[in-house]
């Protein structure tokens, strides 16, 4: 469970770009994305889950080199269009 | 575990194994530029669906349903389950 996941900003974008430039001639970039429903602790086994805000209309979008992490949460579609377009422009690079 | 030979037939399974349960899938996208690859994975941790791939026009079509999934989980749940085929 993420929990200090950011919201989206414009330096998310930023490190991804970077994360892929250093993977240019070495290594793999791993992205990871799934449907978020705004927990921020995971389940006890015994006792009562901490109560959240549930969301449904949240995805957290993850990417590593292996090394280095990054992560966000995700909830506005235009969050979503800038995302696919930095993914877009750094897979040029890639492929 | 075994990747799909084919584009239409991962996609169209991996559309379905997210909408049968959103919450359980997971995506995957793993570029290796080194290598010129990039490996798409959908799972929900007891069906695993794999594609690999070197080819530059399957990469546009991995990011339009990476893209696509991505949309699907920041909207609310009610959409109204229409799938369009690439």
Known sequence: CPSLE??????????LTRLFQKCRTTGSVVITLKKYDGRTKPVPRKGHPET???ADNKC???AS????????????????TRMCERERVCVCVCV | MPYYQTWEEFARAAEKLYLTDPMKVRVALKYRHCD???CMKVTDDAVCLQYKTDQA??????????????????????????????
């Open chain 1, 6 to 15: 950011s919201e989206y900003d414009c330096s998310f974008l930023t490190e």
């Open chain 1, 65 to 80: 080199d292996g090394k280095t992490k990054i992560s966000t949460v995700v909830r506005k579609q235009h969050s979503v």
């Open chain 1, 60 to 62: 957290l979008f993850r």
């Open chain 2, 57 to 86: 026009q399957d990469v546009k079509k991995i990011e339009k349903l990476h893209g696509k999934l991505m949309r699907l989980m920041v909207s609310k749940e009610s959409h109204s389950g229409a799938m369009e085929t690439d």
């Open chain 2, 36 to 38: 010129g690859n990039i």
């Open chain 1, 52 to 54: 959240y805000e549930p």
